[in-house]
Structure formats: C-alpha cells, structure tokens
RNA sequence: GCGGAUGUGGCGGAAUUGGUAGACGCGCCAGAUUUAGGUUCUGGUGUCUUAUGGCGUGGGAGUUCGAGUCUCCCCAUCCGCACCA
C-alpha cells in the first residue's frame, strides 16, 4: 500500500482551498462572526520555527471555528517598518524597501507552504503607502483631538540607533534593540497622551474587560502604569535669588509628614540646575550622580549621597525650617522629582539622614512598642501603627491619618490629594527613514502645521540606496531638499517638512482593525470593523506583554473617540504561547556548530564532518548568533509541513517553552503514517453511507463510545488551548481504531470513527486529513465539512469499574452499572476477594461509596 | 527588595469538584520483520523487593475515610519590575 506522501498532497490540497477560496473571510453573513488573529510578523528574512509554533496554533482555532460553524476571520500580515531594514542597507548597500519587500516574497511563501487558514486576500504591509496614509490620517486627527501633543522635553536618545526611544523600550537604563546606554537628550518631540488614559487602561485590567487575559500579563501591566494614591503639596522656600519660591513634592505617606527632617530634589530637577550655575560643586555633584548607573548592580551598591542647597522649606504644620538637598537617588521622572524625606520610615530617607546627621523621628508607633520609648535604629519602621509626635493626628491609627493630612493641606491650601501614575506619555518621534512620515509643516510663522488631506500621503521619498551608508536620518540631508522643503500649507511661505517618522509600535498599533476593514478612503470603515471587532483571538509572544498590548489598547480607545469603532479593548483573549528552544553545540574551539553539523549519540555529540567530539551545551530559545536553529523548509521537505505543525503543539502546553527535537518531529511523522493506514482499512466508507444498526456487539459500541468520548475530549481541549493533551486523545484513538473491522454492522462504526478520526486531526494536519477524507470517501473538502457531533448517549458506559480502597489504599476493583445503588455497590465491594483478604481479622467501620468514582472501606 | 509563577519517572508532560498518580509522546529494554543498520510492527518500562508486599508528586507539619490537588512553614528554580517617594 502506497505512504502517505505530504510532498505530493500538501501542494494539491493548497491549491484546492485557494480554488474555492475556503478561508475568505465575510462570506457567511448569517453565521456568527470569529477573528482569531497571531502578532503579524516582522519580515527578517526567513520564517523561523517560532513562528510555526505561533502561527499553527491560531490556524487550528481557525479551522475549528470555522468547522464549528463560525465566519472566521484569519488575517495575516507585514510589521514591515523598522530599523533592522535600514542597517540592513547599511549592511549590504541595498534599500531599506526593496530588502522589506523581498524578505515578505519570500516568507509568505514559506507560510503558505505551512498550509495556514489565512484569507490572503486582506494582507498588507504597514509600509504600504496605502496603508501608512491611514495612519497619518488618524495623527492628525487625535491631533485635533488633543491627543497628541509637541513638547520639549528630555527625551531618552540611543546613541546607536540615532533615535529617540519611549520609556518603554529602555531596559536598564539601555536600549531595547540595540543595548547602548540611553542618553538624556532635550528635544521637540510629539507624545501620544497615553497618560490621560492611564486610568481607564487600569481599571479595564480589574473589571472583568480582560478576563480573557493571563493574569501575569495583566500585573505586568497594572506595575507599568503604576498608580498610586498620595499628596501634591507645596513648601514655601526661603533664600537668596531663589528661581521658585514654592516646592512641589509628591508623598504616598502624608500621614508622617511631622516626621519630617528634611526636602529633597533630583540632581536633573531645575532648582538644582539654578545653583549648579553659581556653585561648580554642586555641578560637580550633579555630574557624578549623572555618571551612575541604573543597572541593578549599580543600584545596589550606589551610596545615598547628597549636596546641601543654600535654601530651606517651612514645614507646614510646625512651621520648622526644613534643609534642602540634592540626593541621588531621587528620580526627576517620578512625581515631581521633589520629597519630603521622613527617615523614620523610609529606608533611603533613613540612610541618607544617618550619614548626613539629620533627625529621625518617629512618627508611627508599631502596635505592640511603647510610644514614649520607641525608637528607630537602622531600619525604617514601614508598618502599621498609629500616629505619635504628630500633633493633632496623635494616636490615630496611621491608615486614617493619611486622608486626615491630606484634608489639612487641602484646607491650609498647600496641595491637594491626587492620583499619580509610573506610565508617561508615548513619544512616538523616531529620526529615521524607514517608517511612517510624521505628516507635519514646520512654519517659522505659522509653527506645525498639519499637511491637508488632499496631499496626503506623505510618502517616503525615494532615496539612492548609497544614501543608508551614513549613519543618521536620511531625510535630513541634502539629497531629500527638495521633499523637505515645501511651502507652508497656510500662508504658503517656504517651510520645512516634519523629517521625523513615527515609532513602529505605531504601525502595530491599530494593523487589526485595517484587517477588519479596509475602505481606501479612511482607515476603517465602523459598521465593518465592529461587525469582526474585537479580535476574540489574540495569540502572540509574551515579549510584547507591555509594549505593543498597551499601546494597542490605548490606540483602540482613540479610535472609538474618533468614532471608527464601538469597541475599547482590542483584544479579547489574549494567549501568550512559549519559545521554541533547542540544544546548543560547540567545537573544541569554542564555535558555535549548526544541529545538522552535530550527530548526535545519546548523551555525547560529535562533528559529521571530521567526527570530533562537540559539547552539548544547554537548551536555549533558537538564536542565529548560537546556531541552535533549525529550518521549517527542512522539516517541510524531510516530513512535510503538517508533521512540523503537529510536533510543536504535541508535547508541552502551548504557553510553554517546547523543544526541538529530531526525535519529535519524527514520532508525528510516524502518527501521521498511521492515520493513513489505518484510513486506509476504511477506504470509501463514508461514501457507503450505511445506516447505524440499531444493536450492535459490545466490540462495536465500546468503539462507537470511545469514538464520542474523543470527540467531546478534543473539543474542549482546542476551546481551551490544550492542545498537547488533544493530541494525546489522538494518539488514543488511533490505538483504539487500530484493529478495526470495516464488514457488515462494522461498516457504519468504522465510517463514524475514521471519519471523526481525520476530521479532529484536521485542525492540527490539514493536509493529511484532506487525503484522508478523499479516501474515506467524505462529500467535498473536510475543510469544509461540520466538525463532528458528540451523541451524549455514548458518553456514558454500561459498566464501569470502581476501585476499592481499604483504608485509603487500593486493593481491588468491582464493575457495578453506573447508576447501582449505593448498598449493592458496599455489599460487591466487600464481597470482592482481594477486598476480603484485607478485611481479615478487621472490622468495616464505615464504607464511603463515591458513585462512578470510588469505594473506600474504613476498617480497623 | 517587591510582585507573579513553577516544582510529578531517564526526558517533555497527564491527572473534572480532593477520589485508581504517571495518560500520551520521547528515550530505553526485549521480540518480530529486514542481508545488516535504519525504517516499521508487537510487548515491557516510577522505585525497592522473595511478594498477592512496601515506598513514592521539592522538604516538613496539618485537615480528611482519602491530598499531586486544600492550609501553614521551609527550600529551589524561572519570569517581570526595581532608589517609584
């Protein structure tokens, strides 16, 4: 009998479903709508096996629903902006768009040739003009709106990649992509006012609109935007040419506000500026704060450390003259890079006065300390307790002092109670070519003025590929003069256009809804956009747990006050899946050797050339740099692509790391095999159609059961992403159909069983099932066909066998009907032989029947 | 330091509400097929043991007829954030 041969039927089934146009989403307007869709791709060049993973899971929930009865929406796409592209060109002497546009040729033929349930007909890339002239769209409109503003600010500048960066991607004090430390640049920059929806972003994470989310990423997010409750207040200042004669400081602890010894301020904070001017010590001491690290490392060991400003501040409530000091460790980002220090109960205000000799004053009393003797040492107190030293807040329990403060300062005038978040506005200004124009005119008359409509797109101008040689932006330069300088849309005198281009989180941000819609006159057209959205289906990398979610969740806000959608919240159920990892090698010379350079025997390795031992080193996510990387074109060509597709849903739970192995791939290869032979054995049953006998032999139902109980199992294990314990119920059921008969009563029993056999495979190897179906003798596509009915009937058993427990310990078992009074179920247990030999020389002190699951006898 | 998770055979991992621990896959062992290797197929495979026995879910206690699952304490690993006032 001829193997199943995937290099044959992979190509053939492809070419079936894009005859009859199976996965086009939106031609179903009486089924209920489903859009699943998978963080669309970056084009780097090749498609990895992380996106194999990624991609094959989102195709099996599409191919469900969609046999479930649904109108899917399955899209896919391009990330295409970015600066890989340009130091790429860099690289290679070749333009940013034309490396883009390649490696999208070549990677959707790699995903078409994984045999996705894509409607390749809504696909673009976020650095087609058609689709960036939307976005310039809706810049100017949240510009109308207020939502995005010009500002002058210090901004965090990567002295590698030439470009300002969010907050969002500095990580440790470095940039994201390129791992140099950031540099505090002052700039005029635009900023998305995400801020202004920090709360509402906040309050979504707890109110039951993320359900659908994990809860990590969801506290990921909570600790991003940071809110705190607290006090902004002011204290008066007195000295000498003081630039300010107020400070406003920011404190969540208000309540210990007598226990007040000294004010602080940032080395960056602009009081401190105004007397590193006049005194070059204090320069001196705000550049070796400047010059320390943000690393943990550096955090750790850094002293506190402080410079005494010529100024002091009057304490509120008592009046006192309050010192002021520069300290390092206090951040001019947060808050208002001012404090109240209280070392009583602050451990860096604590340190910071025990090397400065400031008072420490206690000002909240542990519950079991005396307040007449109670004394703070090395350790700031930060528990519960109630108030003393503290005036008329003495003996209040300190969680009802604080609002008592607060309503004080609001009363003398000095502040106000307020909510403050960690999370800052989005600058979304980058200095480089390859991404979306910032369709602005800077006028020296009329100032940033919006480019019309009418002249929109602000394309890209076409640059000489020789022009990406020199690091920078090239759209500052002499060769684009004649792009950038163009009259003012207003008064039409000669201006200069904006040469920024926007962050590519920006293009990421609202790609979904353009999938849902796509009219060529506005970005989304709303009926069409909220008929799919939300996205019910989010499945993507947890990389993105901060960046692009929250971006995307802001953006989506935006666009419903711009009346494009009805929906806030973008996505719906969010599944964050785990990385493809594999073993590393290396030579006697430390180099990094490739998986097909290594053969490998059981715990040792060896070179293929040359045969030199190889260290195995540990198993890591698959990275170029380490070679432990294996190509999806290989594994199609060796197994095919279903193989590849089954393996990296079959071993561990998707939102966990699986890895590769050779091994793997091989035992779903084998799998796939043994669904065609035994396919085979049925070969044109489903065509038969023989009617179910209505009395079948106990072999016959006890299949027709396991047939159902499949069924039901792998259903609710796709609904509920667990997928390797679906496949595991695959592998179940091939070992239950393996001897099955195909003659006479068994004809419809083996129709019912191949057929749900390859129907519930199908989601996993599309292509596999599809020449199973044929050979079944199935009407049509199985793509296409109703997935498989669960009869209740046959979920339950005539007979089923309890275990018996003799105190706790299994000694035996009975069968009894599932529905057997509790009585005879005691008197079967007791009676049964290996039960009553443990029962020797005991007595029964209590039976515990648990009805269709155990019987426990308590004896003694 | 703060927050979140995780801990089960040689390995990846299964175990509804507390109810037969180790499904399924990989690996390994034995056998069959094959000239041989590979492939494929069949059977076995937690551990100790003379066993129709004992022990076993990171460690320790507890609740319960019964605990991988619940409670408390401890240990380890991973992830995120981090001088956030």
């Not at 609001?410 to 307020?418: A, F, I, N, Q």
């Not at 020389?841 to 004896?859: E, L």
Request: include cysteine; charge should be negative.
């Amino acid at each position: 009998m001829a193997r199943y041969n995937p290099a044959a039927a992979e190509p053939k089934w492809q070419k079936a479903w894009a005859e009859k146009d199976c996965f086009a989403a939106g031609r179903h307007s009486e089924r209920p709508k489903y859009y699943v869709l998978e963080m669309f791709p970056y084009p780097s060049g090749k498609i990895h096996i992380g996106h194999v993973r990624n991609y094959a899971m989102g195709d099996v929930i599409a191919r469900f629903k969609r046999a479930r009865g649904f109108d899917v929406l399955h899209p896919m796409g391009w990330d295409a902006f970015g600066l890989p592209a340009e130091n790429a060109a860099m690289q290679t002497g070749g333009h940013p768009k034309d490396w883009t546009y390649g490696n999208i040729e070549v990677m959707r033929e790699q995903l078409k040739r994984m045999g996705l349930a894509i409607d390749w007909t809504r696909e673009f890339a976020t650095c087609d003009p058609e689709y960036y002239v939307h976005q310039q769209r809706l810049f100017l409109e949240f510009l109308k709106k207020d939502f995005v503003e010009r500002r002058e600010s210090l901004v965090n500048w990567d002295p590698v990649e030439m470009t300002v960066l969010a907050n969002e991607q500095v990580v440790d004090g470095k940039g994201w992509r390129s791992g140099a430390p950031v540099e505090r640049k002052s700039m005029s920059t635009w900023f998305f006012k995400i801020t202004d929806r920090a709360e509402d972003l906040l309050d979504a994470l707890d109110d039951g609109r993320l359900q659908g989310w994990p809860a990590h990423v969801k506290e990921m997010q909570r600790n991003w935007i940071g809110r705190s409750e607290g006090l902004m207040m002011s204290f008066p200042l007195s000295g000498d040419d003081l630039p300010q004669d107020k400070l406003p400081i920011y404190t969540t602890r208000p309540d210990t506000l007598y226990g007040a010894s000294f004010l602080g301020v940032a080395p960056d904070h602009p009081l401190a500026k105004h007397f590193a001017d006049q005194d070059p010590d204090c320069a001196a001491f705000i550049a070796e704060c400047q010059a320390q690290g943000t690393s943990e490392a550096d955090i750790e060991k850094a002293e506190k450390k402080g410079y005494r400003l010529p100024v002091t501040g009057r304490h509120p409530f008592t009046d006192e003259e309050l010192p002021v000091y520069i300290a390092n460790f206090i951040l001019m980002q947060y808050g208002t890079g001012a404090i109240f220090a209280c070392p009583a109960h602050d451990q860096r205000d604590l340190d910071f006065a025990r090397k400065y000799d400031l008072n420490v004053i206690p000002v909240v009393c542990p519950p079991d300390a005396d307040p007449s003797s109670f004394e703070v040492a090395d350790e700031a107190y930060v528990g519960p307790g109630s108030m003393m030293m503290s005036g008329f807040l003495d003996g209040l329990p300190a969680e009802e002092a604080l609002p008592a403060a607060i309503k004080k300062i609001e009363e003398m005038g000095w502040g106000e109670g307020t909510t403050n978040y960690r999370l800052r506005d989005w600058g979304l200004s980058r200095q480089r070519y390859w991404g979306c124009p910032i369709p602005i005119i800077h006028c020296d008359t009329c100032g940033a003025v919006p480019v019309p409509d009418d002249q929109l797109p602000v394309s890209l101008p076409p640059i000489d590929a020789s022009e990406f040689k020199t690091p920078g932006n090239p759209l500052d330069r002499e060769s684009t003069k004649s792009w950038r300088e163009v009259p003012c849309p207003k008064c039409g005198d000669m201006a200069r256009r904006e040469t920024d281009t926007m962050d590519t989180f920006v293009d990421s941000s609202w790609y979904f809804a353009r999938f849902a819609s796509q009219p060529e006159a506005a970005p989304v057209e709303k009926a069409e956009a909220d008929a799919w959205m939300p996205v019910q289906q989010y499945i993507g990398g947890i990389e993105h747990a901060i960046l692009h979610l929250l971006y995307a969740r802001y953006f989506t806000r935006n666009l419903k006050d711009c009346g494009y959608t009805d929906v806030s919240e973008p996505f719906t159920n969010l599944f964050t899946q785990g990385m493809v990892t594999h073993a590393t090698f290396k030579d006697a010379e430390g180099n990094w050797l490739f998986p097909e350079q290594v053969d490998v025997k059981g715990k040792q390795a060896f070179a293929v050339d040359g045969g030199a031992e190889v260290a195995v080193g540990p198993i890591e996510k698959m990275s170029k740099s380490k070679k432990n990387v294996v190509a999806p074109e290989a594994i199609a060509d060796a197994y095919g692509a279903d193989a590849a597709r089954f393996f990296m849903l079959s071993d561990s739970p998707p939102e966990r790391d699986v890895e590769w192995t050779d091994a793997g791939v091989e035992g779903a290869w084998r799998f796939a095999n043994r669904v065609y032979e035994t396919v085979a054995k049925g070969e044109g049953v489903l065509n038969a159609k023989t009617p179910m006998p209505t009395e079948l032999s106990d072999d016959l139902m006890a299949l027709r059961r396991t047939t159902h109980k499949t069924i039901e199992g792998v259903t609710g294990d796709i609904e509920h992403f667990r997928f390797n314990k679906a496949i595991a119920r695959l592998y179940e059921f091939l070992g239950a159909c393996k001897n099955l008969k195909t003659d006479g009563d068994a004809a419809p029993v083996a129709a019912e069983a191949l057929g749900a056999l390859t129907q519930l495979t199908a989601p996993f190897m599309p292509h596999l099932a599809e020449e199973c179906w044929g050979l079944l003798g199935g009407e049509g596509l199985c793509t296409d066909a109703d997935w498989p009915e669960v009869d209740e009937a046959l979920l339950s058993e005539d007979v089923v066998t309890l275990p018996v427990q003799v105190n706790g310990k299994r000694r035996g078992e009975i069968k009894v009907a599932p529905d057997a009074a509790e009585d005879a179920v005691k008197e079967a247990a007791l009676s049964q032989a290996d039960v009553a030999r443990f029962m020797e020389g005991k007595t029964v002190r209590k039976v515990i029947v648990v009805p269709g699951r155990i019987v426990n006898v308590v004896a003694g």
